[in-house]
């Protein structure tokens, strides 16, 4: 059997994405963990397409088997080799009560059945804008951290982009003196202000696309903004580069979701330097798993039809990211000109980007 280097040069020769021994050292170590194809994501939070291509490459060295319901498990051989390699199974001793946040839930009992009743008829998550909305849990954590951090109480709140109803949520803990969303799907836009009106929230929701320029009267405006951008760097980018142009001064900050499941670590380095020289903000937070996404519809038709152990339906909220926090200094500097067009969905390391390969 080839060596983990070995095995990480043929992934990225066949993926593109930059692969590390270590990251195919991670990956085994999640499968030995368990046989479910999306908690292997989960747990090594390695890229789709290079997750399914180790798994692809074990099983025709014939070091596991894919069973009929899909689960993967390693034979005698497989173990074999990752025993030689001293490689065990993956351990985890996140808090199940707060999922990993560090937040305490039973403070948010109210806010956490009230944001369920009010959004039950919320739209669907569709494919056209890369949708795939947030745990409810996920939704008030993240009130939660902002509040704790001084971001929302007495507070202005951009939110840019809100299929996660995040101003729903913002607007019922009755915190933030005032919330705009700009949103590029109608639907959402329509929804979010019928239920601000309903309800009597302090939100207003107005169509946009975050490639243009943001409206003159709401550059400078806002004390924080909450995003969940794509994740090629161009979409990266832009995305909170408008944020950053939306903030008042020095002291504000901004938040964001980054999975490792589309953007590699290359990914993640190339946009740090762009926080930190670009915009010349400062990282204050980065919490690991914060995000966890509720499964989509799409999900099965869009990706990895070419493999049987890919095409089970997931048995947990596999998606995760993430959360940044970012911090204005005097002379921090958005976006805010035009943005010529650009791909804000796809690239190598985009989950859809090999659905459409297969
Ligand atoms: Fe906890």
Redesign the pocket.
Known sequence: MESLQDIAHQIYQKTGVMTSSKDVEKILSAAAATPHFWEIISLSQKPFSVVAEIIELLRQRNLLKVEKNGDIKFNSKGLEYLGSLKIAPKRTYT?H???????NFSKLEDLIKKFDQVTVNRPKAISDYDQGFVTTQTVVGRIALLAERGDLEGKKLLVLGDDDLVSIAAGLSGMPTEIVVMEIDDRLVEYINEVANKYNLPIKAMKYDFRDKLPEEYVGYFDTFITDPPETIEALEICIGRGISALSKEGCAGYFGLTLIEASLEKWNVFQQILASKFKVVVTDIIHNFNHYVNWDYLLNTVGKQYEFVQVEPKLNWYRSSMYRIETLKDSKGIENEYKPCELYVDEEALIYRGDKA
Request: hydrophobic share 25%; proline share 0%.
């Open positions: 808090c009560a707060c999922e990993g946040r560090g937040i």
